[in-house]
């Protein structure tokens, strides 16, 4: 496997990131909350009735205890079905649709919730029932919202409130000299140690960055009963060729570009991780940037 030296990106999981679902998830400590939808045509009778189930905005009042929440859902365009391409006999290959379980997703940001709903036909009544599942914040800690039962959403209680237990996953970001000397050059400062603190201030900036845009993804997961959280362990930067032994000992020039072997490459970052595992810091997951 050859590939440009300027392109590549190289990543060794040391430890496999991993979501124990296994762990107490505070199941023990889950409420029974009351969530009834606010139906603002019969509380305001002059409003015309509007026949779409999934409105863009949707008004529900918790219960929790003694404390009452509204929670004011506005509809996003997210979709749960999507063009499926599996790969068979040699070629990509679209498949057919899969059965739509309707799911529309809404957010309330004043509760940082984020919400699948549904909706259960009622056999009696020429109405919607309405599930929730997803993510809401109350009382200073994030919860999974889900209903007790499906078929017994019409009681008072009909919901469960879980408190979430942080998953953190530490990883630790290496940086090659390539990288390092790309930052350097971009740098001011009037002497060589000026322009040298700049370029790993930025670095190490933009890698927090990276990894906050990481748990905004994490955290648009819906309805699990965990939060995912990436952790910046720590960073390791090559200022010169002989500390970026990785990809600098097997580089060569191609065509005009140098280019390494991504699998040998691979294989020198693991032998350096775990050489210098006593002065590294502790991680979970090890990624190595090369350009």
């Given at each position: 496997?050859?590939?440009?030296l300027v392109q590549i990106f190289l990543t060794w999981i040391h430890c496999c990131i991993s979501i124990n679902l296994t762990k107490d998830t505070g199941?023990?400590?889950?409420?029974?909350?009351?969530?009834?939808?606010?139906?603002?045509?019969?509380?305001?009778?002059?409003?015309?009735?509007?026949?779409?189930?999934?409105?863009?905005?949707?008004?529900?009042?918790?219960?929790?205890?003694?404390?009452?929440?509204?929670?004011?859902?506005?509809?996003?365009?997210?979709?749960?079905?999507?063009?499926?391409?599996?790969?068979?006999?040699?070629?990509?290959?679209?498949?057919a649709a899969r059965p739509e379980k309707e799911v529309v997703f809404y957010t309330d940001v004043n509760h940082l919730a984020s919400i699948g709903v549904?909706?259960?036909?009622?056999?009696?009544?020429?109405?919607?029932?309405?599930?929730?599942?997803?993510?809401?914040?109350?009382?200073?800690?994030?919860?999974?919202?889900?209903?007790?039962?499906?078929?017994?959403?019409?009681?008072?209680?009909?919901?469960?409130?879980?408190?979430?237990?942080?998953?953190?996953?530490?990883?630790?970001?290496?940086?090659?000299?390539?990288?390092?000397?790309?930052?350097?050059?971009?740098?001011?400062?009037?002497?060589?140690?000026?322009?040298?603190?700049?370029?790993?201030?930025?670095?190490?900036?933009?890698?927090?960055?990276?990894?906050?845009?990481?748990?905004?993804?994490?955290?648009?997961?819906?309805?699990?009963?965990?939060?995912?959280?990436?952790?910046?362990?720590?960073?390791?930067?090559?200022?010169?060729?002989?500390?970026?032994?990785?990809?600098?000992?097997?580089?060569?020039?191609?065509?005009?570009?140098?280019?390494?072997d991504g699998e040998i490459a691979l294989d020198n970052f693991k032998a350096w991780l775990e050489t210098n595992a006593a002065q590294l810091p502790d991680?979970?997951?090890?990624?190595?940037?090369?350009?």
């Amino acid at each position: 496997m050859r590939l440009q030296l300027v392109q590549i990106f190289l990543t060794w999981i040391h430890c496999c990131i991993s979501i124990n679902l296994t762990k107490d998830t505070g199941i023990d400590r889950q409420e029974s909350v009351s969530i009834q939808y606010i139906d603002e045509a019969s509380v305001n009778r002059r409003e015309r009735r509007d026949t779409n189930i999934f409105k863009s905005d949707l008004k529900f009042s918790l219960g929790l205890k003694d404390q009452k929440f509204q929670l004011n859902l506005k509809k996003q365009n997210v979709k749960t079905s999507v063009p499926l391409y599996m790969y068979e006999n040699g070629f990509i290959v679209k498949q057919a649709a899969r059965p739509e379980k309707e799911v529309v997703f809404y957010t309330d940001v004043n509760h940082l919730a984020s919400i699948g709903v549904q909706c259960k036909e009622n056999e009696f009544q020429d109405q919607c029932q309405y599930i929730l599942n997803g993510r809401i914040f109350l009382n200073g800690q994030h919860h999974v919202i889900k209903p007790r039962s499906v078929g017994n959403l019409s009681d008072a209680e009909n919901h469960h409130l879980i408190p979430q237990e942080e998953q953190g996953n530490k990883t630790l970001h290496t940086i090659t000299q390539v990288l390092y000397y790309s930052w350097y050059n971009q740098s001011t400062g009037n002497t060589e140690t000026e322009r040298n603190m700049a370029a790993i201030d930025s670095i190490m900036e933009y890698y927090a960055y990276v990894i906050n845009d990481m748990n905004v993804h994490y955290a648009s997961i819906q309805g699990v009963p965990w939060d995912m959280e990436i952790v910046y362990a720590g960073i390791y930067i090559a200022n010169s060729p002989t500390k970026s032994t990785w990809t600098e000992s097997i580089k060569y020039l191609s065509s005009g570009e140098y280019i390494v072997d991504g699998e040998i490459a691979l294989d020198n970052f693991k032998a350096w991780l775990e050489t210098n595992a006593a002065q590294l810091p502790d991680y979970d997951h090890a990624m190595l940037f090369s350009g």
